[in-house]
Structures are given as C-alpha cells and as structure tokens.
C-alpha cells in the first residue's frame, strides 16, 4: 500500500480525490483538514480501514511534521482559494498558502513525492493574441495569485515535485463550491435565468474537477517522467470568453437570456488564453468536456439544490 497525505481533503477537489485514491485499493490515505466550512464530504469514507481523518489546521506545525514523515506523496490542497475569500483573510492566506508551503518543504526527505496544484490565475492579464505557457511571465494581480506563484517556485525549488496550474475548475463535487465561474454562471442561469453581463470579452480556460483528480493518479503512475515541472492543465478547446461561456450554457437552458452591461467592471480582471499542449505531450489530456459539466450540473441542481449554500458567514479560520 502506498502512503497519501491530503491536506484540504475535504474540500471541493480533495473529497473527489480521497474518493479515487479510496476506490483504486492500493492507497492508504490520510486527510488534514481543518473544517473551516463545517463541511461533511468525508463522512462516507470514515468506515474504510485505508483513511483516516485528522481535523487539525495545517499550521500547527509540531504535529503536521511527524503526520508528513509517514506518507509517501503529499497532495497539498489546503488553501484559502479565490480572491474575495484572500482579500478578506490576509494575513491567513499567506501563512495557509505559502508559509505552510515552505514548513512542507523544509520538512520532507528526498524519496518523499509532492503533486501540487496551483492556478493558472498567475498569468493575471495575458498579452493580447499570445497563448499562456509555462514559459510566460508570471503577473498574479490578487494575494490569491500572488500566494500560490510563490509556492509554485518553493515547490520546485527541491526534486521530486510536480506542479499543475489549474485552469478555472467546475463540475459537481461531494462539497460543492458555487463561486466559480462555470458553476456560478450555470446556477444562475439555472435559478434565475438571468445574468448581466460585466466585461464579456474577459477570457478564461476551463478544467472538470475529475479531470484534475485524473491528473494527480497520472502524476502518481508516471512520477519520474514528468517530475520537477510545472504544467498547465486544463482543457485546451475550452478558452472561452464569459460571453463565449453563457451561450453555451443557453445550449442547455433555453429560457436563460444574458445582457452585456457596460455599466459596471468585473473585480476580476484576469484575461488569458492558455496552452496545455506540454501536458498532452507528457500523455495527459483532460476528457471531460464543457458540456459534459454543464448537464452535469444542471442535472445535480434539480436534485441536491439543498446543498446549494453560501457557507462563507460559517467559515472558522
């Protein structure tokens, strides 16, 4: 069996990643987690003899260390993710974000394996009819994006790590996140049938949440092969502009309409067109498509809409 430590395993992308690792029966896996959403995604698992839960904040570090030493891959997704969420905790997000970061650095051995997944948001305001690579310069405009360049770099400043930067993720989820922009848009348009539409030209790319999971079991399998880089990963015919995004959803929900505004600015100005064309040719490529997500979730929305709650008044740092 192999030792996997989760920080962040109960949230939107590591429940989905517990649950694979779970499923696969060759993983022993450890969850950190300290809660703060009152959450309950990891409930399911707590009869299987392979996971343990540990509620514990991954600041403390005195006991994160001796957790670190029995695991053989460390998945960090403890995070505050999101700018609104980082501009409203700042102190937080840098010591959650980069400084326990550098604490799991400082404080593994060499054969000890880390897959961790940044953003793509680190690209900020890509230069207009250029693709984003791994290459391009890194300008972050939110403490969010600021955090987790910086952590990129402290990751990659020892062997035996990978990072993905994440194009903006949707699809369902055991805990599901309402905010980001395909969810957000789908449920709006779901619920409301209306949006108003801020700087519709604004451009993003776009990754399901299971297809991030795929990846981190394709990192575990092919470690040696495409260690000590980092990767875009999202997926490449889904550079969409926010208008481009709610005519596909219209696909979907025929009464929905939209109306471009040029009263207003949206806060989040992050504007680029991303290539994953290093990771497919590592032999990795996301499968799920858009409109996969889109009926995906307006499907969950009939039936789990109970489970649609802004839980940010209820968060415990």
């Not at 310069?137 to 403490?143: A, N």
Request: overall charge positive.
């Amino acid at each position: 069996m192999i030792n996997v430590l989760v920080t962040g395993g109960a949230g939107y992308i590591g429940s989905e990643l517990v649950n694979k690792l779970l499923n696969l029966k060759k993983y022993k896996v450890t969850v950190v987690d300290k809660l703060i959403f009152n959450q309950s995604s990891m409930m399911e698992f707590n009869s299987n003899k392979n996971f343990l839960f540990i509620n514990e904040d991954v600041r403390t570090y005195n006991k994160i260390k001796k957790i670190i030493e029995k695991n053989d891959i460390i998945v960090p997704l403890a995070a505050l993710v999101g700018a609104p969420l980082c501009k409203q905790y700042p102190k937080e997000t840098v010591e959650i974000n980069y400084e326990a970061i550098k604490f799991l650095v400082n404080n593994v051995s060499f054969e000890q394996k880390i897959i961790y997944p940044v953003t793509n948001s680190g690209y900020g305001i890509g230069k207009k009819g250029e693709m984003c690579t791994e290459d391009s310069e890194l300008k972050p405009i939110s403490l969010y994006g600021k955090t987790k360049v910086d952590s990129e770099k402290v990751i990659l400043s020892r062997e035996n790590s990978v990072a993905f930067r994440l194009a903006t993720v949707f699809g369902w989820s055991r805990r599901m996140r309402i905010d980001l922009l395909v969810n957000n848009f789908t449920y709006i348009a779901y619920k409301k049938k209306y949006i108003k539409l801020f700087e519709p030209h604004f451009r993003r790319n776009y990754v399901h949440v299971l297809d991030v999971v795929d990846s981190f079991i394709y990192a575990i399998n092919n470690f040696d092969k495409i260690k000590n880089e980092v990767y875009n990963l999202g997926l490449s015919e889904a550079n969409l502009t926010k208008e481009q995004l709610c005519k596909k959803i219209q696909e979907y929900i025929l009464d929905f309409k939209y109306e471009v505004s040029n009263e207003g600015t949206d806060e989040d100005k992050r504007d680029y067109f991303v290539s994953n064309k290093k990771i497919e040719s590592a032999g990795f490529k996301p499968s799920r498509s858009l409109d996969y997500g889109i009926k995906e979730l307006i499907n969950n929305f009939k039936t789990s809409e109970s489970q649609i709650v802004d839980n940010i008044s209820q968060i415990k740092i």
